[in-house]
């Protein structure tokens, strides 16, 4: 936020590297193909991950972590 972000996602605990990659190669691919904000991609893709549709991602250990603030 002091170097002028509009927006950060963090996670409130440690989670795997590679549910998180998964995690995020979905969120971008949503931003990108979907056109929503960044608020409307991340609930899409915790639904998808709930759902099984994410590999390694369908834990609430791994989409229950992230989160998004906004400036």
């Known amino acids: 936020a002091i170097a ?3 927006r950060s ?3 409130l605990w440690e989670v ?3 549910g998180t ?3 995020m190669a979905r969120l971008y691919q949503v931003l990108a193909d979907d056109k929503l904000d960044y ?3 991340l609930r899409k893709v ?3 991950a709930i759902h099984g ?3 390694t991602a ?3 250990a791994v989409w229950a972590a992230f989160v998004l603030f906004e400036n």
Do not use: H, V, Y
Request: glycine share 4%; net charge neutral; hydrophobic share 40%.
């Open 39 to 41: 608020a409307s991609a």
């Open 16 to 18: 795997s590297d590679e």
């Open 9 to 11: 996602l963090l996670t």
């Open 46 to 48: 915790r639904i998808e």
């Open 21 to 23: 990659a998964n995690f």
């Open 58 to 60: 369908e834990t609430p």
């Open 53 to 55: 549709k994410i590999k």
């Open 4 to 6: 002028g972000a509009r």
